[in-house]
């Protein structure tokens, strides 16, 4: 049963799928955070004459996040980008509780010197000033940059809007995987092939992905790096290879192998090098491994206690310990960044959705309503969680929060998308 889901019904939810070429993803937001931050941000100084403005960039991250309401920053006069031209009964009466300034100049190495603000409008006092200096290939991943810092700021939590997600497309008879932007843009394809690729999962300083590819006719796992294009197989024993996990420290790989018989996770170097280290002992399926943040033990599917269940077991090996009881049909556990909770599929009636459960004390949450959602990802604040899913029979992306209250979807004009990761924070 689990093997179906997991290999098997992934490729054949490809199957029928027009031809369909690759297209921008662009977000819609549905709902919003029961409080949400008024926010002016004020065009920044002299951005007209660049390729690509900050403040739209900056503006559409947090609105998009569903914890901002943008207020109007237009008609002032003047226009303010420095402290002290800032008139906060204005902004109050406007209804800002927090305003945005900045400016941008060219530097004397040719790149551009990018300063901003973050005002408290109520408390009329400076929050956050910081200094960039980008090129203009830099200039969208700075306006994300910045976005962070306002988000983090004005919410307490890290922002995520300099972040990477990867994914698949069907493109025709090709399967392309590829990495953008966390809002959707700057799509790159990392492969293109013939036959599918799943299971894509970032290394922890995201410089790396794994995946399954089946370009040898089998199930085989790849490793490649983002900065150079090198790949290599690094499971590729007798029989199926497949759901790569990569360990906190980025030297090992969890994988299933059917290589003595039924599905099993093993441990093994995220260079190829070296033996597989068996790590269940099950005459069930064991798949789907994702490793705790400290290291030490791991969530995996197993359907050992007759249907499939979310298990725990440490890496040194041992017995395991079910940690889903409700529902008859748990799988595709992933964990959240703080440890403290996981995001898996639930299968409820005959609908599969993206649920959270805390470790601690077992309570649980759905949080999509999708009829086939799956595949689902932490961002790397723990705050939402993207996931795929099926809209008027097309594959989409789509994310909600981990209260449930702000979902998202990733739409394109062609295309059917699936097999979502969101990267780890990067320093780019």
């Given at each position: ?5 997991i ?8 199957a029928g ?5 690759v ?21 920044f100084r002299?951005?007209d004459?660049?390729?690509?403005k900050l ?6 991250n ?18 303010p980008?420095?402290?002290e031209q ?23 190495d ?14 009329q006092?400076?929050?956050a ?9 830099q ?55 013939a036959?599918?690729?799943i ?11 794994a ?8 199930p ?8 150079t294009?090198?790949r290599?197989a690094v ?7 497949s ?9 090992r790989?969890?994988?299933?192998l059917?290589?003595d ?5 093993f ?9 597989p ?6 005459s ?11 290291g ?6 197993s359907?050992?206690g ?6 725990r ?26 440890g ?11 609908r599969?959705?993206v ?12 949080l ?8 689902p990802?932490?961002?790397?604040n ?9 809209v008027?029979?097309?594959?989409i ?16 004009d ?8 969101w ?6």
């Amino acid at each position: 049963m689990i093997r179906r889901f997991i290999t098997l019904a992934m490729i054949l939810l490809w199957a029928g799928f027009a031809p369909a070429a690759v297209a921008q993803l662009r977000i819609e937001v549905i709902g919003g955070g029961a409080t949400q931050i008024p926010l002016a941000i004020v065009p920044f100084r002299a951005e007209d004459g660049l390729a690509q403005k900050l403040t739209p960039v900056i503006a559409a991250n947090l609105a998009r996040s569903g914890l901002f309401r943008m207020v109007d920053a237009g008609g002032m006069n003047p226009v303010p980008h420095e402290p002290e031209q800032i008139n906060y009964p204005q902004w109050k009466a406007r209804g800002a509780d927090a305003v945005v300034i900045g400016a941008v100049s060219k530097a004397a190495d040719g790149r551009y010197d990018i300063r901003f603000r973050v005002l408290d409008a109520t408390r009329q006092v400076q929050i956050a000033g910081f200094v960039y200096f980008a090129t203009e290939a830099q200039l969208r991943l700075t306006a994300h940059k910045i976005s962070d810092v306002i988000y983090e700021k004005l919410t307490g939590d890290s922002g995520v809007f300099a972040t990477r997600i990867t994914y698949v497309v069907k493109r025709g008879s090709r399967y392309e995987l590829h990495v953008a932007d966390a809002d959707g843009f700057g799509a790159q394809t990392v492969l293109s092939s013939a036959e599918p690729i799943i299971s894509p999962a970032w290394s922890f300083d995201g410089n790396r992905l794994a995946y399954v590819s089946f370009e040898d006719k089998k199930p085989v796992v790849y490793v490649q790096s983002l900065l150079t294009g090198e790949r290599r197989a690094v499971a590729n024993f007798r029989g199926s290879n497949s759901a790569p996990a990569w360990s906190p420290d980025g030297r090992r790989l969890a994988v299933t192998l059917t290589r003595d018989g039924n599905s099993q996770i093993f441990l093994i170097n995220a260079d190829g090098s070296g033996a597989p280290q068996r790590l269940t002992q099950s005459s069930a399926i064991d798949t789907e491994a994702n490793f705790a943040p400290d290291g030490q033990s791991i969530l995996f599917t197993s359907d050992r206690g007759g249907g499939p269940q979310i298990y725990r077991v440490s890496v040194n090996g041992g017995a395991a310990q079910r940690v889903t009881f409700d529902g008859s049909y748990n799988v595709s556990p992933r964990h959240s960044p703080d440890g403290k909770s996981f995001t898996f599929i639930q299968r409820n009636g005959g609908r599969f959705n993206v649920a959270i459960q805390d470790i601690a004390s077992r309570q649980l949450q759905v949080l999509s309503d999708g009829g086939i959602d799956e595949s689902p990802s932490f961002a790397p604040n723990g705050k939402t969680i993207l996931y795929a899913t099926e809209v008027r029979g097309r594959g989409i992306l789509a994310a909600v929060s981990s209260d449930g209250r702000i979902k998202q979807r990733f739409t394109a004009d062609v295309g059917d998308v699936r097999e979502p990761a969101w990267s780890p924070v990067v320093n780019k």
